[in-house]
């Protein structure tokens, strides 16, 4: 028996008492009367505008439905029940269905993210399921620890689910994780779905995965490899900062972008190379990679590059000088030294700036701690707040150019502050770092 109530249209079944959704269609047939053909001209625009379906808008399920108060329970959806529902907004569905049929919700054209089933915990991992049969991995109450297996599908109530995803913070502050396999049905991982997985040491990214979300990996203080997939575009803002024990990656081919502080204070991180597709790289992005010696950038990258080998990353149309390592040797074509270009390389021991270069950064050398010596050129003309900031072992400046021109060089506030040296050694005298200069 089919009924409609509250506006969902349900095959009721009176020997069990239960109840499943069905199509909600609107009777086309006709009398003869000039009223029935009005009504007709009406519906047939309300199917050119809605779909072929009755429902529109929101709708929610709900567990029973009373009919000649006898109560039926709602169990299923029924294969096409809201399928051509194009005003259909979003659908609520009751831990009551255990099943949905085939094309439910095909042609939904305005149901514009997957219809929710529910959050459920399987095999010790935390589900939240989708009627396309689909799962994604959720953060659960109780943190995941150890040794954490993903499987490709899960089993629920007779239905197969694949895991296509792993959520927003799933993992957040698992401190006990210590690995985990994502397997090749998984497409994307969240944003800081692994942060502060102090304990993690290892973890498989199948190449199925295309995309990796903010700070995914941030904090994952023991990790120590990874392998991005292939088919990954972005490496997000914050995705590896603060991962002190990665000694090595892999940035595939098919990375076009690298987020701020994509990589930030990666200690133990010995050499980046930078794909040819690459052409956005963010601000502090290999910040206080301190153990950096080798920097490379791909022949054929058209935006960066690290010519003469100098063991950097050069804006090529603008000559700047956007990040080094303690290797680095700044070629002569440089103009520019960029904002943080050094900063946080605590091996860095001395430094020869080249004649071409009119300007140094806000916060070029921050923190360079172990920076005994730099030689700036005559041609500088400003350098930026807080350059030195924290070099507590730079002991000699040596200015290239007279004390008159180093008195006309423009400084940004605190640009030596905490290092060691009271002087800039000019090749006519000694002046003193604290006299009164032009500011920027």
């Known amino acids: 028996m089919e009924k409609e109530i509250n506006g969902i249209n349900y095959r009721l079944n009176e020997d069990n008492l239960t109840a499943e959704v069905i199509e909600l269609r609107d009777d086309l047939r006709l009398d003869g009367t000039e009223s029935d053909a009005e009504k007709l001209i009406k519906k047939l625009k309300k199917i050119i505008e809605n779909g072929y379906n009755g429902y529109n808008g929101d709708i929610i399920i709900p567990e029973a439905v009373v009919f000649n108060e006898r109560t039926y329970r709602v169990t299923s959806i029924g294969e096409k029940a809201f ?9 609520s569905i009751p ?15 305005a149901l514009t993210s997957k219809v929710e ?40 109530k007779e239905l197969t689910y694949r895991v296509t995803s792993i959520g927003a913070e799933a993992f957040n502050w698992c401190e006990s994780l210590k690995s985990i396999i994502i397997p090749n ?40 490899s990874i392998v991005i997939p292939d088919n990954v575009k972005s490496i997000e803002d914050m995705t590896f900062s603060w991962c002190f024990a990665l000694t090595g990656i892999v940035i595939p081919n098919s990375v076009t972008s690298i987020g701020y502080e994509a990589f930030e204070s990666c200690s133990a991180l010995k050499s980046i190379v930078i794909p040819a597709r690459v052409m956005e790289i963010g601000e502090r992005a290999f910040i206080g990679c301190s153990a950096l010696t080798s920097i490379i950038v791909a022949e054929s990258n058209p935006r960066y590059d690290s010519r003469e080998n100098c063991n950097a990353i050069i804006e090529t ?7 080094g390592c303690s290797q680095t040797i700044i070629p002569e074509s440089v103009t520019e030294i960029g904002k943080n270009a050094f900063e946080g390389c605590e091996s860095l021991t001395s430094l020869i700036i080249p004649n071409n270069v009119t300007s140094i950064g806000t916060e070029a050398f921050r ?48 640009w030596s502050k905490d290092i060691s040296t009271t002087v800039i050694h000019c090749i006519d005298g000694d002046v003193s770092r604290y006299k009164k200069i032009k500011e920027l």
Do not use: H, M
């Open 317 to 323: 149309a603008t000559n700047k000088l956007i990040r």
């Open 185 to 224: 049905s998984v497409t994307s991982i969240g944003n800081r779905a692994f942060y502060q997985c102090t304990k993690l040491t290892s973890i498989v990214i199948p190449e199925s995965v295309t995309s990796i979300g903010k700070g995914a990996f941030e904090n994952c203080k023991k990790l120590t």
């Open 95 to 109: 831990d009551s269905v255990t099943s949905i049929g085939e094309y439910a919700f095909n042609d939904c054209k």
């Open 83 to 91: 399928a051509g529902s194009y005003s259909l907004k979003s659908v």
């Open 367 to 414: 923190f360079c701690e172990s920076l005994k010596s730099i030689i700036i050129p005559a041609s500088i003309k400003s350098i930026g707040g807080e350059a030195f900031d924290w070099c507590k072992s730079l002991t000699s400046i040596v200015f290239q150019g007279t004390i008159a021109q180093w008195e006309e060089i423009k400084l940004g506030c605190s």
């Open 117 to 156: 089933i529910g959050e459920k915990i399987i095999g010790g991992i935390k589900y939240l399921l989708y009627c396309n049969r689909t799962a994604k991995v959720i953060q659960k109450n109780s943190r995941y620890k150890g040794d954490i297996i993903i499987p490709e599908t899960v089993e629920f």
